[in-house]
């Protein structure tokens, strides 16, 4: 059983498409996280819900809007993609504030051509 | 300007032997510091947490220290394996709510 599950695991699109990134957490934990990590590696927060309520927006693009239809799903839907946004984006889950820890997707790889 | 800082070159380490991973951080007060692990292609996954009151914790192979004084957490695996060869990340719970920064990880290699 995933934990927590992405869909796609690839992503190719064009510049100025539109595309969405589907998570899934089984858990029962409360709260979800959409992170992007770089071609450096480095992991960067962009947005935190509690129990389907936006707690973290982390000085990202607005063409990036999340959306929680349940606390156990958190979607992205990026518009007008952009070269820059080419990156691995992963989904986590945590109970509250996570002091047992974060469980991660497997990430999915978004590149713009 | 607050930053976590953690070895970006990979460390080499003899199988058997004890690895030592270093993360500092600068203008944090963390409640708690927690260590993941991070294979090629695959998310991120957690090892151990530590609190700001706490000196050491112990997971099997796994030690983490955290020194408030320092701004300083080291991550020990004692007799290392070659299956212990991936990216371990810090990362640091810098206040607000819910909110965990990730330092950019330091690779390790076992090798046999």
């Known amino acids: 059983d995933t934990a927590v599950s992405q869909t796609p695991k690839y992503l190719v699109t064009q510049m100025g498409n539109d595309k969405s990134i589907k998570c899934e957490q089984n858990?029962?934990?409360?709260?979800m996280y959409w992170y992007k990590q770089d071609s450096k590696k480095f992991l960067k927060i962009m947005f935190s819900?509690?129990?389907?309520?936006?707690?973290i927006n982390e000085t990202v693009p607005n063409r990036f809007s999340p959306k929680s239809p349940d606390k156990a799903h958190l979607n992205l839907h990026i518009n007008s993609l952009e070269l820059g946004d080419s990156a691995v984006y992963f989904c986590?889950?945590?109970?509250?504030?996570?002091?047992?820890?974060?469980?991660f997707g497997s990430g999915t790889r978004l590149t713009v051509v | 300007s607050q930053k976590i800082e953690q070895n970006s070159e990979a460390l080499n380490i003899q199988e058997g032997k004890t690895a030592t991973l270093t993360c500092n951080y600068t203008?944090?007060?963390?409640?708690?510091l927690q260590w993941y692990r991070q294979d090629p292609g695959r998310g991120p996954v957690f090892l151990l947490l530590i609190r700001e009151n706490e000196k050491e914790k112990r997971k099997e192979r796994l030690k983490v220290t955290f020194d408030t004084t320092l701004k300083q957490s080291l991550f020990h695996i004692t007799a290392s394996q070659p299956a212990d060869s991936a990216t371990y990340l810090c990362?640091?719970?810098?206040?607000?709510?819910?909110?965990?920064?990730f330092g950019i990880g330091t690779k390790l290699q076992v090798i046999p």
């Open positions: 203008n944090y007060s963390p409640a708690y």
């Open positions: 858990l029962g934990h409360d709260t």
């Open positions: 990362a640091l719970d810098v206040g607000g709510y819910q909110k965990v920064t």
């Open positions: 819900y509690n129990n389907k309520e936006l707690i």
């Open positions: 986590a889950s945590s109970q509250g504030r996570g002091v047992y820890g974060y469980t």
